[in-house]
Every structure is written in C-alpha cells, then in structure tokens.
C-alpha cells in the first residue's frame, strides 16, 4: 500500500513542520532519519494521524486518510510507540489483544479468533512462550517486541514504528530490524521507521528520507542520496561514507 | 482464563447471594432459622394477621441487603473504571467530585426544601453538575490525567464549602438528619426509594460489565487508543457519564459511603491481575459481599446502629493492608 | 380548697410582679459565689448580674420565667430565628442581637462589646466551654436538663441564685413540683405493672429516639429506649432501627410535634402507613399521637403541661375534664404571665388534633 503526504504541516511551540510531497512505496522499509529536533517524530505521529493534519494531506491508495473514520484508519495504519503512556500490569497477550480494538465492538470482548491472532504475532516476533508474564516485567527490547505484535493484530499494512532501535542492545536491534525486513518482504507491508543509527538505517532501508528542521532535504534509495555533501548539510558534521565487507560505515 | 481463575470468578459471584442468604438471619429481632425459611417459602405466619417474621424479612432485611448488594456493586465497578480510564490506581468516584455533589444536593433538599421533596433528585442532579463542572475546568486539557484530577479536587471543595454554608444556615434538627446522612446509612431502604433506584444502578452496572474490555484499550492512553482506531473521546465521555449516574444513584439512597470504590478494584487487581474483563465483574461481586458485610455489622454489632461509611473503612483498610504485605509483585 | 384559693392567689401576684418585663432589677452588691455546673466546672459568679447572655434556649426561657428577661443583652440564633415559642413569651427578644450560631462558637468580639456579667452555654462540650470562658474572661455557666427534671429543678434553682430571685425561682419549683404530685397521685390509683410501653420518635425520624425522657416516666409510661447509650455525650439521642422497634412491641408511639405541621418528617398518618410496623401492637390499635418533645431541651412550662398531657394520653381514665388549652394557658401564665400564650402555639401546631376522642 502507497502513503502519499502532499502539504502535510504541523506547527507547535514555535516549530514548524512542512512536507511538500512524499511518497512511502508498499513493502518496503522507509527510514526518516536526522538529527535531534528534526521533526522525525513529530512526523511519523503526523501519519499515525495522532497529530492531526489538514485533509487531503495524507492519503493511502488514492484514498484521503482524513476522511476515514478511526476504526477504518486503524485497519489501514498501525503506529508503534517508542514506550506506552503508561500500562497497568497486564499481562502480554491481554496487551497485544489491546491491537484488536478496531475490530471489535465497543460492548464486546475478545473472541477465540482475536485470540488466535493475539498467539500467532507473538510466536511472529519470537516471544511464543511469553503470553501470561507481566508486561511491566519484560525487558525493554522484549516490550518492542510485544508493541510491534500489537501492531500486526491490528492487520494494518502500513506500520509506523518511532525509534524501535533506541535503547536496545546491538542484538535487539538487530532482531528488531530484522523483523521490519520480514515484515516488508514477507508481508508485503509498508514500514516506516525513524532512526537515530544511520548505519543500521543504511542496512536495512529500501529508501531513506532526511530531515533537518521540519522539512525533508532528500529523499530516496540509500545508495542513491547518501553523499557526504548530504551528511554535513544535514548533521552539520563531517563524516566519511566507509564501505567495508559490503556494508556502510559513517566515521566522524 | 484459566481453569484457576474460571472457578474463582464463579465463587466470586456466588459469594454476594450466599451472603445474602446468610444475612437475612441477622437483625435485633431474633428470628429462628427454621422460621426464617418457613416465611420465605411461606409468607405469612401460621395464626394469620400481620406477621412480625414476614414484615422484617420482606419490608426490613430484604431491601436493605439488596441495596447493599446493590450499592456495593456500584461504588466498586464506578472506581473501577474511572480508574481504568484516568489510567491512575488512587481515582474513584471521590475524586470527580461525585460524593459531595451529591451530598451538596441532597443538604439543599433536606434543609430548606423539606419534607416535601425527595433528596435523591437533588443529590443526583449535583452529582451531575458537579462532573460536568470538572470537565469544564478541566477544558481542552480534559484528556489528560492531571487536571481532570486537579479539577476534580477543586470541584469537590467547592461543594464541601457550600454544604458547610447549608450546614451553618440550617436549623438544629435538620442538620442533626443531615449529619447522619452523611455518615452513610442503609437504614432508610424502603421499597419505594429501590423501586426507582435499583434498576438505575443495575443498568449502569451492565453497560460498565460490557464495556469492559474496552477499558482495557483506554487505559493506554488518548494517544495510543485513537491510534488504535477507538473514538477516544465519545467512549471516555459514556464511561464517566454512567459511572456518574451510577455512583450518584447510589449514593442519593445511602449518602456517602467511602472507601468502597478505591479498595475494591484494588483488592480484585491484587488476586487476578489488571485486565478488566476480570476486575470489573469481580470488583461488582466483591463489592456487593463487602458492603452486605460492613452492613451486617453496621446493624448487629451494638445495640445501636453503626455509620456504614465507617465500617467500610474499617473492614476494607486493614484487608488490604494485609494483602498488600503477603503480595511482593507490583498491584498496579 | 380555700388554702388553695390562697396559695393560688398568691402565686398570681408574684406572677404579675415578676412578670413585669423590661425593669431590669437591682442586684444588690452580693459577694461572688461558685457554682458548678453540668461539666462539673466550678464557675465564680459575681455579685453583679445585670447584664446576661445566654446561648442555651433551656436557660435563656428560665431566665425570662424568672423574671430577668430585662436582663438579656444578647441572644442565640435558634431562639431568635428557628424557635416558634420564644416570641410568644418573650416579644422583647426580636430587638436583642443574635450572638451566637450553634450555640459552641459566639462572635468572641461582639459578646466583649455588650460586656456581659455571665455567659450561659450548652453542655455538650467540656473544651468549647472552657476556650469560651478563658478568650472572654467572663464567667461560663454550662447547664442543661438533658431530659431529666431534677435537672431542672436543679437549674432553676442555680440561675435563681445567679439572678440573685431565689424567691421566684422556689415559688416555680414549688408549682412545678405540686403539679407534677397531683398527677402522679391520680396515676397511683392505675394498677402496678400496668405502665404502658412507649416508643419515641424524635428528631424528625423514626428511627431516632431519646434515651430519657421523664415526661413520659411521671405520666406512667415506660420508655422503651430506656437503658440504651446516647449517640454523643451530652445529647439524649439515640439511633435504632426499624427491627427494634418491632421487638419491643409498644403499646404507644409519641412523634415529636413540636415541628411545624409542614416541618413534620414523621407523621401520625406516616407511621400508622409504614408497612414495617404493621405488626406492631401500637400501629394496630391505632395508639400513635403527637406530643411535644425536646427543642433545645426544654420550655419548663411546655414541658409541665406535656407531662399532664401524656398522663391523660396514656392512662386516659385518670384524668377526666382534661382542657389542654385551659391548663396550658393557666400555666404559661403562670411562668410567664402572658396571656394566650398556649392558645397561640396550639393554633401553630395543631394541638386541637392532638387528643382525638
């Protein structure tokens, strides 16, 4: 599925943020990247239509997100927060069955199926097994996990997923990206990712788009847009594109 | 669920109508318990004429046990979503200025409308306004955690001062009955006050129970739950309004009885986790059990009768503390 | 008879002198002397009474029955605002200042301002009466009957001698106690064992009863909450419930009317239709009446004629010729010296439905 952003504005506190026109491609792994206050995640929860945008800003498939009703929009959009709010003490599967929501009515409770679903994304994402533990009590990169799976319950095919690596170990973030890539390729999903890490972003992105002060600077496949005039216009930093045994490195 | 928590969720609910059973044989008269039965499945007494045995059990204990049931479940399952929905374990119907809204109400009708007009109209409607005041202040931040409790706290001495000024103007023996209203008491059940009451609250508590998986969802957050595709908004708004009425219905019969809808969910969170398909049956039948049980004590223990406002408290405050000691994990 | 005659007359005319309203008496300069009151404080009283405020309605009516209502410089809020019998006996008390709420908390600087000699309060609370007497440095009498007549026979006494009209205050007691002999001397022709049990519902619910109430003991009656603790300390309330009153089965209900008809939480037709108390032996022969009860304790010459009335009420066969407006009148005139004054009231409260044949 196509996310297309035309004019998408949003301003608070003095900070403006303008997109002019972008499009996020179906299976495949888009990551915005760019320095701190960048507007990335202001961006993506512009998208999740958690910040609200003016009509016609965004659309899926031709369709004028703005005009979909919240349990439509669901089944189109799955966000990932970076953390919850803030959760009782539920137990795994009860948090990933939370992802249901759009399917089930405001005076029902979860069926066997929703169940079912509930199951088979945690045995997706690796953590089969881990259904009845706290929630509070997993580790960080475990509870990603877990907010990722509530997003596939949700069925939607395009996921938005803020910082899924920050605070995660190399292992974690590799397990993480690792996932979105399945997701991408197997599931034909569109994923949309902000990162800090620009080598994992290189690795594991079909297109990257640069941000710098609310608006985006470039945008396309990595190869493509990566120079080292980019990086210092957008990091103010001079880095060094290494490449070694195939893969990307940034030396600063 | 599990097998485990599938048979307590079925003792759970038994544990209110045994309880009930069990009740009706207490009381300052002394019935004996096979003339306890013979009246219930009898109805009138052998030598004919107005039966002490019947006019106690059906006039006197049954109201009385069922607006404890009644009540009980209320409190519980109101502070139970609110909780769930202000995402914050110290919130029940106390804090959205609910209680002395209603006992604002009801002063103004005991005091200076008098006789003439029934005070759970008045403590109803105050109960209202007062939320709706709550969320007025509260504004466009009425999404948020902090000041809805802020203004909650606000709204609630707001109504404290003006029932202080009722209480100041009102003549001896007016306060003296507005005192012990607000003490909570369920001496005054009659059928003509649960004919109105009971199916009001009873109602409430079934849209509550249905919704309450949904209350799973809205407690992540505005954020989150519109993520989730929920109308966050008209969904929080139905949650406070019946959670409103309910507790208002309620507390327009008994006065106002505290504690019950804080320690309740807290006690059902305790034995069977946070998810609210389970805590908010649980936290009815729980309830409805505690507050038969603070009543049976409120009208058994002396020889006069016990404010049931103080009993909850007494019965429910060191229950919990016991549990909370014996449990290590997390009672969120 | 003709010592009667005599007696009688007599008693008028110390009436009519003492009933002179609005001549504030001369003290003489007596030394001061000590009281104790109902907290058990001794209190010392000066020798000069002249000015008196008084926050307790019970004391505040002796008072005027005594003959000092000139005396009053200030005033409470029931009797001015809430009491439907003060204006009738005392119409001078509308222009007094009202100096106090209810009773435990005066406005400190305006009892300072009218400089009383003494202060007369409520007994329900040993701590209040003392931060009284200690912020105004004025001698604080705290005195009640709480339902008891020794109690006030007590009190009339003592504020006699504050006043410095012991005089009066015998002839009052003396009257009161002759009244109240006569009675109990045509009660003694009942049998014994034969005192009917009655339940109080006072305070305008049902559920609410005192736990002494002597009117109903000198008329013959047995008080059923007797035995039972009050609520507080220092009030005769207590709270029961609705089995209770079942199990005690009276004979007699008494409903304090002393509410305005309007006023009236509980009344006859209320009760004798409460389904709860169809079992009960008073509900059933239709013995439910009005009578009328503590208003701040009590008016000595309401509660005089109450316990005539009840006698009457309960044992109807000994007093024949009972005028309940007749006595009443006769007796208020003879603690007041108005005229009508019971005739009044009873027009307020419907007494004329009270004794229904």
């Excluded at chain 3, 209040?128 to 006030?152: C, D, H, M, W, Y």
Aim: hydrophobic letters at 50%; charged letters at 20%.
């Amino acid at each position: 599925m196509k996310l297309e952003v035309r004019n998408l504005s949003f301003s608070y506190d003095g900070f403006r943020l303008a997109v002019d026109s972008l499009v996020f491609a179906g299976s495949r792994v888009t990551s915005i990247v760019g320095p701190n206050g960048a507007g990335k995640s202001t961006f993506l929860k512009c998208l999740a239509s958690v910040l609200p945008s003016a009509r016609h800003a965004l659309s899926v498939d031709g369709k004028d997100l703005a005009g979909v009703r919240g349990k439509e929009r669901a089944r189109l959009v799955g966000y990932v927060p970076q953390e919850p709010a803030f959760t009782f003490n539920y137990t795994v599967l009860d948090f990933v069955l939370t992802g249901r929501a759009a399917f089930i009515g405001m005076f029902s409770s979860p069926s066997g199926h929703d169940v079912r679903l509930a199951e088979e994304a945690l045995h997706y994402v690796g953590l089969n097994g881990q259904a009845r533990r706290p929630f509070l009590e997993l580790s960080s990169g475990e509870r990603r996990l877990v907010l990722i799976a509530r997003a596939l319950v949700q069925e939607s095919e395009i996921l938005l997923l803020d910082e899924p690596t920050s605070f995660l170990d190399p292992r974690h973030e590799v397990e993480t990206m690792g996932l979105c890539r399945r997701l991408a390729e197997d599931k034909a999903k569109t994923i949309i990712v902000t990162l800090h890490n620009l080598e994992m972003a290189v690795r594991y992105s079909d297109a990257m788009v640069f941000m710098k002060g609310g608006r985006v600077v470039a945008s396309g496949p990595p190869r493509g847009v990566l120079t080292e005039a980019l990086l210092r216009d957008v990091y103010d930093l001079d880095m060094r594109i290494v490449e070694c045994q195939g893969q990307t490195f940034f030396v600063k | 669920m599990t097998k485990k928590t599938g048979w307590l969720v079925w003792a759970s609910f038994a544990l209110p109508l045994v309880l009930l059973v069990l009740s009706l044989n207490l009381g300052s008269y002394h019935i004996p318990l096979k003339e306890v039965w013979a009246t219930i499945f009898g109805g009138t007494s052998a030598a004919g004429g107005p039966s002490p045995y019947a006019d106690i059990l059906f006039r006197i204990r049954l109201p009385r046990l069922l607006l404890a049931m009644f009540a009980g479940a209320a409190l519980s399952v109101s502070g139970a979503s609110l909780q769930a929905l202000f995402k914050n374990p110290l919130v029940f119907e106390f804090s959205l200025g609910i209680s002395y809204g209603a006992a604002f109400g009801a002063a103004l009708s005991l005091v200076f409308l008098g006789r003439g007009f029934v005070p759970q109209l008045a403590a109803f409607a105050f109960a209202v306004v007062a939320v709706v005041l709550v969320l007025v202040i509260a504004g466009k931040s009425a999404s948020q955690i902090v000041p809805v409790l802020l203004s909650g706290v606000i709204v609630s001495a707001l109504f404290q001062a003006l029932l202080s000024l009722v209480e100041f103007f009102a003549n001896p023996y007016a306060l003296q009955a507005l005192i012990f209203w607000l003490l909570g008491s369920l001496s005054q059940a009659v059928w003509g006050d649960l004919a109105v009451t009971l199916p009001i609250i009873g109602l409430g508590v079934a849209v509550l129970v249905l919704f309450r998986w949904r209350l799973n969802v809205l407690s992540l957050g505005d954020e989150e739950a519109r993520a989730l595709g929920v109308n966050v908004r008209r969904e929080k708004a139905l949650v406070i309004a019946v959670a409103t009425l309910t507790t208002a219905a309620a507390t327009s019969v008994t006065g106002v009885i505290n504690w019950v809808g804080l320690i309740v969910p807290h006690l059902v969170r305790m034995m069977v986790g946070a998810d609210n398909r389970k805590v908010i049956p649980l936290s009815a039948a729980l309830g409805a059990s505690l507050l038969i049980v603070a009543d049976d004590f409120a009208r058994s223990a002396a020889s006069f009768e016990i404010p049931i406002g103080i009993l909850t408290s007494v019965v429910g405050i060191p229950f919990f503390i016991v549990l909370l000691k014996r449990s290590g994990k997390t009672w969120l | 008879m003709i010592r009667r005659l005599g007696f009688g007359a007599a008693l008028v005319a110390a009436a009519a002198l003492a009933a002179a309203p609005r001549v504030p008496s001369n003290p003489q300069d007596r030394p001061p002397f000590v009281i104790t009151d109902n907290l058990g404080r001794r209190v010392e009283i000066p020798g000069r009474t002249g000015r008196i405020i008084s926050l307790e309605p019970e004391i505040t009516r002796l008072i005027v029955a005594l003959g000092g209502g000139g005396r009053l410089v200030g005033m409470d809020f029931f009797l001015r605002y809430n009491d439907h019998l003060f204006p009738i006996i005392f119409p001078a008390g509308r222009g007094l200042p009202v100096v106090s709420n209810q009773g435990q908390d005066p406005n400190y600087e305006l009892v300072l301002k009218l400089r009383p000699d003494v202060l007369f309060t409520s007994p329900s609370e040993y701590q209040a009466t003392e931060n009284i007497q200690r912020k105004l440095g004025v001698p604080v009498a705290a005195l009640a009957s709480i339902g008891k007549f020794e109690n006030l026979l007590g009190e009339m006494e003592t504020v006699g001698r504050i006043l410095g009209r012991e005089a009066r205050a015998r002839e009052l007691s003396g009257y009161f106690k002759d009244r109240l002999a006569a009675a109990r001397a045509l009660l003694e022709k009942v049998p014994a064992g034969r005192r009917p049990k009655v339940y109080l519902s006072f305070y305008g619910s049902l559920l609410r009863t005192p736990v002494s109430y002597e009117p109903v003991d000198v008329a013959g009656g047995a008080n059923c909450a007797a035995g039972l603790l009050p609520a507080y300390l220092g009030s005769a309330a207590a709270t029961v419930s609705a089995e209770q009153i079942i199990r005690w089965d009276p004979e007699v209900i008494l409903i304090q009317g002393n509410y305005l008809p309007v006023e009236r939480a509980v009344t006859v037709e209320s009760v004798l239709a409460d389904a709860r108390l169809a079992s009960v032996r008073a509900v059933r022969e239709k013995r439910v009446y009005y009578t009328f009860g503590f208003w701040y304790w009590w008016d000595p010459a309401l509660v005089l004629l109450e316990s005539l009335y009840l006698a009457r009420l309960l044992h109807p066969g000994t007093s024949a010729g009972f005028d309940l407006e007749r006595e009443g009148d006769a007796i208020f005139k003879e603690f007041y010296g108005v005229e009508g004054a019971f005739t009044a009231l009873g027009r307020m409260l419907k007494c004329r439905e009270w004794l229904r044949d």
